[in-house]
T-cell receptor, first 112, second 115 residues
């Protein structure tokens, strides 16, 4: 069955620390991958997406993600987090359909 | 900038009652999606529309759930004979036609509490 896994459920970092959130998917064939962010009290917002081409994609607010096909991974990274990055982050995937499958999310808390 | 809007934002109902939620997508977005999110989980797909046609439904969408998008604009999600297990956040999203058709824009959600 198609699935998306996020193994880090809670992450706590100090400001200026580097961030990497894991995302693994199980899909056959072509896959489209997304990272969404949900700030406290706000709705889900698209951070970045991968459809094809360069496996390193850059999104808003300094975030980037790397698609590694051999590892079925699409990890989210940011070299230096800020307090304002405190949020919940969701990885999502779709393949040949408009239906997204989401991971369970990672709650990031950045300490000032 | 008018994003996806959902009404009501919160709904408390007693078990056995019917509830209806409304979603207004971003104008000119031809696809509209419904998801359900429970505590500690990511959103789970329920159904989606392309214009007024309902093209895919999840097995999560039991017979008590029905969604409509009669004129290809706003959509309603109705839950009949609510159960406590229906308590969740119901999210609506929309996406445009064309090359960005896989980018879904989410609304704030309707939080349903069934007592």
């Amino acid at each position: 069955a198609q699935s998306v896994s996020q193994h880090n459920h809670h992450v706590i970092l100090s400001e200026a620390a580097s961030l990497e959130l894991g995302c693994n998917y199980s899909y056959g064939g072509t896959v489209n991958l997304f990272w969404y962010v949900q700030y406290p009290g706000q709705h889900l917002q698209l951070l970045l997406k991968y459809f094809s081409g360069d496996p390193l994609v850059k999104g808003i607010k300094g975030f980037e993600a790397e698609f590694i096909k051999s590892k079925f991974s699409f990890n989210l990274r940011k070299p230096s987090v800020q307090w304002s990055d405190t949020a919940e982050y969701f990885c999502a995937a779709t393949s040949g359909t408009y239906k997204y499958i989401f991971g369970t999310g990672t709650r990031l808390k950045v300490l000032a | 900038d008018t994003g996806v809007s959902q009404n009501p934002r919160h709904k408390i109902t007693k078990r056995g009652q019917n509830v209806t939620f409304r979603c207004d997508p971003i104008s000119e977005h031809n696809r509209l999606y419904w998801y359900r999110q429970t505590l500690g989980q990511g959103p789970e797909f329920l159904t989606y529309f392309q214009n007024e046609a309902q093209l895919e439904k999840s097995r999560l969408l039991s017979d008590r759930f029905s969604a409509e998008r009669p004129k290809g604009s706003f959509s309603t999600l109705e839950i009949q004979r609510t159960e406590q297990g229906d308590s969740a956040m119901y999210l609506c999203a929309s996406s445009p036609a064309g090359p960005r058709n896989l980018e879904q824009y989410f609304g704030p959600g309707t939080r349903l509490t069934v007592t």
